[in-house]
């Protein structure tokens, strides 16, 4: 159902964004066995725009603001288990301040739920989140979020390649290594080294699977989770460069919009795979979007080997703190093992909020990938793209 908003001629100069507003509703029922009881029931979204209430039987489980990151609601609460259940989601496109600060006629703003919905189920003791930093030197680096007590419980993690399914070894020629996890509420961290590693780059972006197993106190696995990264090292240095397993960079690339003429904002994998593919056959290595773009498009850049700057959404305007840190943590959270994703875009030009500057390296811990404002020379890097004759022209001359 789409109900858009009114708005009078007579000040249509005032209110002519109505024009473009509208409220959607979207109801399904679901049916939820018994066997989900003592787990965890998640509603995940890609993406809404742009501000989505869910409710579940008629309540109200979660609000989000935002419309091209990440969220989940857990709902579990809220079901009734072996019967039918209601679960009903509200998107206002409503475009504030707050929620998506852009021009509806440069932009073009969409209602709607226009990525994909899935349920997740898992158990009591499960991992919420894990960061994966795989360098070209072999070594990994992984952090691993869990909820539940996870006391007496153990990870254990194997890597093998993705084209052949041959299992990589350590140094010490394990195919598998693990460790205990730390207590509820903190982090797991570790660090081993595998041999026979074939780095990532844009000529050949070689790919693996790491397999994450939790184990609970009895050795039994009860949650697994599968991740493709590659084996690279992306490095900052000032007035030099972007540099790739020890190589400097040349970034050619060009911006790209999640945009189909007969799906708006809705895209698919074959068409992330259509335009990825157009992009290397016009010689460029490089891509960048103005919000975070449908995981399967990285998923294309991982696989094709583009490398992606991967920024905030937002146009000329920046978000307020407390909204963009939220925005932020959603995006760094989905896209941080991605081994195309090369640098992090505090917004577009003049979208800055320097509070959330430090956040990008807070959830990128390992990494910590740089951090650009387009169309400026920030942090050592200068990304001003539309030079004019005499840019650059006192830094030769003083």
């Known amino acids: ?41 998640f509603l995940r979204f890609e993406g809404v725009g742009a501000n989505t209430e869910v409710y579940v039987n008629g309540k109200l489980v979660g609000m989000h603001r935002g419309a091209y990151s990440a969220f989940a609601f857990e709902i579990g609460t809220a079901l009734k288990l072996g019967a039918e259940n209601e679960i009903m ?19 073009g703003v969409y209602g709607g739920i226009y990525r994909p919905v899935w349920l997740e189920v898992v158990p009591d003791v499960s991992m919420e989140h894990f960061i994966l930093d795989a360098r070209a030197d072999g070594s990994l680096r992984a952090s691993v979020r869990t ?14 390649g993705l084209k052949d399914g041959k299992p990589l070894r350590t140094l010490q020629g394990k195919e598998q290594v693990s460790c205990p996890l730390a207590t509820s509420g903190r982090e797991t961290e570790f660090t081993c080294k595998w041999s026979d590693v074939k780095v990532w780059n844009t000529e050949a972006p ?36 972007i540099y790739l397993n020890g190589t400097r960079l040349i970034v050619k690339g060009i911006n790209r919009h999640s945009f189909s003429v007969d799906g708006g904002r809705t895209t698919s994998a074959a068409m992330s795979r ?24 990285l998923d294309m850049c991982d696989s094709l080997g583009l490398v992606y700057i991967d920024e905030l959404s937002g146009w000329h305007g920046r978000y307020d703190t407390e909204t963009g840190a939220r925005l932020i943590r959603e995006m760094v959270e989905r896209d941080v093992n991605h081994p195309s994703v090369i640098l992090w875009s505090n917004g577009n030009e003049g979208g800055w909020n320097t509070d959330n500057d430090s956040l990008f390296c807070k959830y990128d811990k390992f990494q910590r990938r740089h951090v650009i404002h387009p169309w400026a020379d920030f942090d050592g890097l200068d990304t001003h793209h539309y030079p004019a004759y005499l840019t650059g022209v006192a830094r030769f001359t003083n």
């Not at 507003?21 to 787990?39: A, D, M, P, S």
């Not at 909820?147 to 093998?160: P, Q, T, W, Y």
């Not at 259509?274 to 498009?297: C, G, T, W």
Request: zero cysteines.
């Open 274 to 297: 259509q335009d990825a593919l157009l992009i290397k056959e016009m010689n460029m290595n490089a891509v960048r979007s103005h919000y975070p773009p449908d995981e399967h498009f």
């Open 206 to 241: 070689e790919l693996y699977v790491a397999r994450l197993e939790l184990k609970d106190r009895s050795g039994n696995v009860i949650q697994v989770r599968e991740e493709r990264i590659g084996f690279r090292t992306i490095e900052f240095f000032p007035q030099d460069g």
């Open 147 to 160: 909820a539940g007590n996870a006391e007496g419980h153990v990870l254990a993690v194997s890597i093998r």
């Open 1 to 41: 159902v789409n109900l858009p908003h009114t708005w009078n001629a007579k000040d249509m100069q005032v209110k002519a964004d109505a024009f473009y507003e509208g409220v959607g509703y979207y109801r399904k029922t679901q049916f939820f066995g018994n066997e989900l009881k003592g787990k965890r029931v």
């Open 89 to 107: 989601v509200k998107a206002d496109n409503a475009s504030r301040s707050d929620v998506i600060p852009v021009n509806h006629n440069l932009f």
